[in-house]
């Protein structure tokens, strides 16, 4: 009788492993926000990569495909080979798929400012007026969101317009069409697709000055009575920043605005920090060297569980207030494939994600799925 109960008690161990092995991040986190994952477009094709990402996330944002130099590179062409893919694989896997990002200052195509293209320099760098860059950035708005209507649940419609002191950021945008384009670009992805929702995405929104200029963005785009639904906070963090205070301060500002919170870039870099606030200005750059890079062979198990630790208590801060969050995005797949590899120092072997260079998950994963086990 004893080895038929140990036999029994065996195959249920067995049992449970399997099960718990077919379960990914989206499963632990279902009763609590979508789960998602930036990717680049050789992760969207057959491959354990792709399988991975299935198994994992149940949200998808394309890293860089949807940006206007690559998918709205000439004035009359446009590219949507990888957009596509995106949504052919997010709608065919239950997914709450983003689209990244409509109306940026930064990766823009050349000619978005250009009154023309002549080949003369003197001609060429005359910018074009008020008028015909609202027009510009309707088509471009307009041909993009209306071709994935009913297929791409959020965009990111505006991304990093302010400055860390909460001021507008002095970008062509602003400086040609004066602060009503990023009203106009809201307006422009409503008419679209009604149904989609709309988010202005930014980083360093937990830093207060600027977390004031973001709460008096959304505000007076909703006094306009312009439809805004959330809030993308970029989450490209340290180990000893930001605070949960002040995390937790942001969470409660954005949603007493009547707006949905995501954190829609997350990773978590381990290696030492050129500037005192961490950026995600894609512009700034600094020299490498080996005081900047010290894990180029593998990460110590104490900096792993320093990882492990960092992201159980932001996740523990977030499933406190999962009531207010609608989304968790990670900023790539797997280490390997972390833009924190080369930015802001390039060169440098980071490892920011739950996933090791290997596919495997790493302790920091483990540490996440713990809390709602």
């Known amino acids: 009788m004893k080895?038929?109960?140990?036999?029994?008690?065996?195959?249920?161990?067995?049992?449970?492993?399997?099960?718990?092995?077919?379960?990914?991040?989206?499963?632990?986190?279902?009763?609590?926000?979508?789960?998602?994952?930036?990717?680049?477009?050789?992760?969207?094709?057959?491959?354990?990569?792709?399988?991975?990402?299935?198994?994992?996330?149940?949200?998808?944002?394309?890293?860089?495909?949807?940006?206007?130099?690559?998918?709205?590179?000439?004035?009359?062409?446009?590219?949507?080979?990888?957009?596509?893919?995106?949504?052919?694989?997010?709608?065919?896997?239950?997914?709450?798929?983003?689209g990244h990002t409509l109306v940026w200052h930064s990766q823009?195509?050349?000619?978005?400012?250009?009154?023309?293209?002549?080949?003369?320099?003197?001609?060429?760098?005359?910018?074009?007026?008020?008028?015909?860059?609202?027009?510009?950035?309707?088509?471009?708005?307009?041909?993009?969101?209306?071709?994935?209507?009913?297929?791409?649940?959020?965009?990111?419609?505006?991304?990093?317009?302010?400055?860390?002191?909460?001021?507008l950021r002095e970008s062509n945008f602003l400086k040609i069409a004066g602060d009503g384009f990023i009203a106009n670009a809201f307006e422009f992805a409503h008419e679209a697709d009604p149904q989609a929702e709309l988010y202005y995405n930014d980083y360093n929104l937990v830093e207060p000055a600027k977390r004031d200029g973001a709460v008096r963005l959304v505000k007076s785009l909703k006094d306009k009575g312009i439809r805004i639904d959330g809030v993308g906070i970029q989450a490209h963090w340290e180990l000893n920043y930001p605070s949960l205070e002040e995390i937790e301060k942001s969470i409660m500002a954005y949603s007493e605005l009547g707006v949905k919170v995501s954190f829609t870039e997350l990773d978590i870099s381990v290696l030492p920090s050129p500037w005192r606030m961490p950026s995600a200005d894609v512009s700034i750059r600094f020299e490498n060297n080996e005081t900047m890079n010290p894990y180029p062979n593998g990460l110590p198990d104490s900096v792993q569980t320093a990882l492990a630790d960092r992201y159980k208590d932001i996740f523990a801060l977030f499933n406190k207030h999962k009531d207010k969050i609608e989304r968790v995005t990670f900023w790539g797949l797997h280490d390997g494939a972390s833009w924190k590899n080369g930015f802001p120092i390039r060169?440098?072997?980071?490892?920011?994600?739950?996933?090791?260079?290997?596919?495997?998950?790493?302790?920091?994963?483990?540490?996440?799925?713990?809390?709602?086990?």
């Open 3 to 98: 080895s038929i109960v140990y036999c029994l008690l065996g195959f249920m161990l067995v049992f449970a492993v399997a099960c718990n092995s077919e379960k990914g991040l989206k499963d632990y986190y279902k009763d609590y926000y979508y789960i998602g994952v930036a990717v680049p477009p050789q992760f969207l094709e057959p491959g354990k990569e792709l399988d991975l990402i299935k198994k994992e996330f149940n949200s998808l944002t394309s890293e860089n495909d949807m940006k206007w130099m690559n998918i709205h590179p000439e004035i009359d062409k446009y590219d949507f080979t990888v957009a596509d893919r995106l949504v052919e694989v997010g709608d065919s896997n239950n997914m709450f798929v983003i």
């Open 108 to 167: 823009l195509a050349p000619w978005v400012f250009k009154r023309t293209e002549t080949g003369d320099p003197a001609v060429d760098t005359l910018l074009v007026d008020s008028l015909t860059l609202i027009n510009r950035i309707h088509d471009h708005i307009s041909t993009i969101v209306g071709r994935y209507k009913d297929k791409v649940d959020g965009w990111d419609v505006v991304n990093e317009a302010l400055n860390e002191d909460g001021s």
């Open 347 to 373: 060169g440098r072997t980071d490892y920011p994600l739950l996933f090791n260079r290997n596919l495997e998950p790493k302790k920091a994963y483990w540490a996440v799925v713990d809390l709602v086990k």
